[in-house]
């Protein structure tokens, strides 16, 4: 099945006709999960050894039981050999938050027939947070995938699967995967997950550069969790709202998602700290960079071990530049650096950011360096609007351009004003001791 990634939100599920000739209406069917299955042996690029082998085997194994007739399943496997008994307490052993998970997930050799979906694709879910937390992404990927597969009328299965392929940067498979979640929920009359899937193309969207389709999937995501009563998921759309509108020119609409969004998150919600670096910065865009850097100092000790935390440091960073604080800027320049990986969706926006904390001090060589890694980083995973940023700064060092950056200080009641102090107010009702960031259950929290 091929598709065009950069269509996805115009390659939604058509319509149906007011009326045909034969008096019926037409139904849309449900599309199907990618043609070619994610390659079982991905995960060893995560694990090694007896983990990494069992996993292996055990992603084979589920996905040739999921494809094959349930008369022929009975004769898949032969039964465990003794000798495997040893391979997996091994595995448990390296992994002993899922180790029970594994153990189960190996009885599908012992009894094939009486296994039953649901039961294993629950356990694939367990793996997927697991592996979400230990930053094993084609882990994470595989078994969310399986788990999709495993379950094919579940569209929050379908949902997390295109969510961890977009931030793989799998971003084709990620567009099947939303549309199957979408026309899934439209089935089950699920809004919740019919805005969850709106949340997920929205933002494969905007990774692809098509803002106005972007735009459009986060209003209906935030439409229809209000008409639904869920003020986190409303707040989630709102929130993915601020950046499409704000990067098209319209500053105002901008301010005033970012203010709905401050309204309807709960200090509670594990998005809420990613919300507050957004909000910061919205305020470093804007040139309020003591605000931004406040916001920013605030938030950090919410977001270490998150992987948000790469980016509340080098916005952190470029607000310090901005306001030519060198010592808190090379401070968090080294943290973030050493945070830097390829195969991290927000590495290139960090990149981008140091980059221009470097122009503000005309360290020009560093800036040229910086920003070329960025644009590098973000072509390699489709990023437009980052590989757009970067290019430009990259002309703009080579061109040796200074930088224009002036502190502004927002009057005291000014919208801006209000929504920092209401963001910071909420930071401060948070527990008393900050949680790293995990795998958030899309049934409860939007994760996107």
Known sequence: MDHDPS?????TVPKRPRGAASGRTRVSPVPGPPATPYPDWAVLRDACGALGLVLWRVA????????????VRPSLFHPAASADDWLVATAAAEAPQIGATIRSLWCLHDDPKNVHRGALADACGQIVGWAEIATMKATAVQFAELAARLQPDDS???????RLCRRNGEHQRAAIWYRRALRLARIAGNHIDMAN????????????????SAEANFLKAARAA??????????????????????????DEALDHLRKAASYYSPDHPRFPAFAYDAGFFLLREGYFSSALTLFETVLPWVDGDRVSILVRSALARSAAAVRDHIRYTRQATVVLAMVDVDDEDSADALYQLAEGARAFQQWDTADSLADRAMALAEKRSDARIASYSRALLQAVRDRVPTEDVDRVPPEADPVDLITQDVLRKLRKKPASPVAGGAVPPERYPTE
């Open 7 to 11: 269509r996805v939100a115009a390659d």
């Open 226 to 251: 209000l008409r639904n009563g869920r003020q986190s998921l409303a707040a989630a759309a709102f929130h993915n709202l601020i950046g499409v509108t704000y990067d098209s020119g319209r500053r």
């Open 60 to 71: 084979s194994d589920l996905l040739l039981w999921s494809s094959a007739p349930a008369s």
């Open 197 to 212: 899937a709106r949340l997920g193309m929205g933002n494969l969207e905007s990774d692809l550069g098509n803002s106005a």
């Open 156 to 162: 929050a299965r379908s949902f997390t699967a295109g």
